[in-house]
């Protein structure tokens, strides 16, 4: 697995998640994975709760739907800006570890853009043999404060 390959892996997670189509979102992480959105402090304190957490690709199906059936939200535009990963092999050698920064824009109707979030990503990655997946995703974000709330997925 090549840094160019994980690079590819999270530029199409931020197009889905921009442009969509968002339901296509989930399919990139494994059928049994972790995903959570969890402030750095938290993170560095070892606590396991965090503004999002899913344990299955079932549960991030379920956001998905609620982001778009259930919820009420003003409706924005979001735009990811990931860096270079950094990839290296997972303790258990059937992974590989990536860790890269991002920020996420949001521009609002009538609103001046806004840095929504900045952080880094923590990833484990696996190869299915048809598509690199995240087998555990966790987007530490440096904000103090998140400003409005977290709709869609980081």
Not at 73 to 97: F, N, Q
Request: aromatic share 8%; hydrophobic share 45%; charged share 25%.
């Amino acid at each position: 697995m090549t840094p160019a390959a994980v690079a590819t892996l999270h530029a199409r997670y931020g197009a889905l998640l921009d442009d969509g189509p968002i339901e296509e979102w989930p399919a990139l992480f494994t059928d049994v994975c972790f995903y959570r959105v969890v402030s750095a402090d938290d993170h560095d304190r070892g606590l396991p709760l965090g503004l999002i957490r899913c344990e299955s690709r079932a549960m991030l199906c379920d956001r998905i739907r609620a982001v778009q059936e259930l919820s009420m939200y003003v409706p924005r535009r979001l735009r990811h800006v990931v860096g270079y990963p950094i990839v290296s092999a997972a303790p258990d050698g059937a992974a590989w570890r990536s860790t890269a920064a991002f920020a996420v824009y949001q521009a609002l109707p009538g609103e001046p853009l806004e840095t929504l979030v900045v952080g880094r990503y923590l990833d484990e990655i696996v190869d299915d043999g048809d598509a690199l997946r995240f087998r555990t995703r966790e987007v530490v974000y440096d904000n103090a404060l998140i400003p409005n709330s977290i709709v869609m997925p980081i």
